[in-house]
């Protein structure tokens, strides 16, 4: 494992040059705030409308994108993965010759979505958590890790230029470690579909149904099953399985040892490596650029049922009464 930190940064690499951030969404804004707040000349790049009016409000330059990139030594492209093929499209005859183009997830690059200018450096710099958090810990002083990979380097100063904007958006402070276009996508695409965003929900949603047909109050499922996993992921986040066990109960010990392994369980992991498995061989990629191409009728159906489910209506109600939660400070 290559881990790059702060003293591992070429302090010239970037120094005088402009990036030019395209799009202002969740990893836009905070990046483009930290590398302004890091001292680099940021211009945003994004169509009139909400999001150029919030970058401008938050003290931003901000122009059309076709503008923004004239000049600019580094583009990041941090539009939604679905619109960044057209985007790059309509871009790449007036990006800067030797200029460097960046992605926070691989994706489009190595799934040819996008198949880059030849004299651009190609780099990717991908924090491992969402654009919220990589603001609030750049200016509580601290970072989130990224991981770093260079798919073009004409100019043999890719890496250089990539570690510059990490450092920039707080990722040295902890831990920028070395990957590949292919690693991050697929190992990203997994995570979220099979364990972060896909396994946790389901397994929290399907562990409430159980509770609430058993005769139990929807308001205690809630609670057991969704409200207290923060407790344990902070834990896990914090110290990993050695903490989660220091600090939960003999029993609940005692209980995970003996029963989770009959709830995900070799048949679960079998069904991982399924997954894993469309993924490398872009199966999910297809599916995904062609849902997005037909409308995402699919998509829209399934994300409607998951939103009308019971948990989200207990969880509405019982979330009320907590409103810190709504600003993210316990």
Not at 96 to 101: I, M, Q
Not at 207 to 217: I, K, M, R, S
């Amino acid at each position: 494992m290559r881990l790059y930190s702060q003293k591992d940064v070429d302090k010239k690499a970037l120094r005088g040059a402009r990036i030019a951030v395209l799009g202002y969404g969740s990893q836009g804004r905070a990046h483009a705030l930290n590398l302004h707040d890091s001292g680099f000349d940021v211009v945003v790049g994004v169509r009139k409308g909400d999001s150029f009016n919030k970058a401008k409000k938050d003290g931003l330059k901000v122009m059309e994108p076709k503008a923004a990139i004239v000049g600019a030594q580094l583009v990041a492209m941090l539009v939604p993965d679905m619109t960044q093929k057209a985007l790059y499209e309509e871009l790449e005859d007036d990006f800067e010759k030797g200029a460097t183009l960046l992605f926070a997830h691989g994706f489009n690059v190595h799934f040819g979505q996008i198949k880059p200018r030849k004299d651009l450096d190609v780099v990717l710099i991908a924090p491992k958590g969402p654009g919220d958090l990589v603001r609030r810990q750049y200016q509580q002083g601290r970072g989130v890790p990224c991981l770093i990979a260079v798919e073009q380097n004409p100019s043999k100063k890719a890496k250089a230029n990539a570690l510059a904007y990490a450092d920039g958006i707080g990722g040295t402070r902890g831990g920028v470690i070395e990957t590949t276009f292919k690693e991050e996508t697929e190992t990203d695409l997994f995570g979220e579909q099979a364990v972060l965003c896909g396994g946790a929900t389901e397994l929290v949603v399907k562990g409430y149904e159980t509770l609430v047909e058993a005769g139990y109050q929807p308001a205690v499922a809630y609670y057991e099953c969704l409200h207290e996993l923060k407790l344990i992921v902070d834990l896990l986040h914090e110290g990993g399985i050695t903490k989660m066990h220091k600090f939960i109960s003999e029993t609940a010990k005692y209980g995970d040892l003996t029963r989770g392994p009959r709830v995900v369980n070799k048949a679960t992991k079998r069904e991982m490596k399924k997954i894993l498995t469309e993924i490398q061989q872009g199966k999910f990629a297809k599916q995904w650029i062609s849902e997005t191409k037909t409308g995402r009728k699919k998509y829209s159906k399934l994300l409607k049922a998951d939103l009308s489910h019971s948990i989200e209506k207990v969880g509405a109600q019982l979330r009320a009464r907590m409103p810190w939660l709504e600003s993210g400070k316990a």
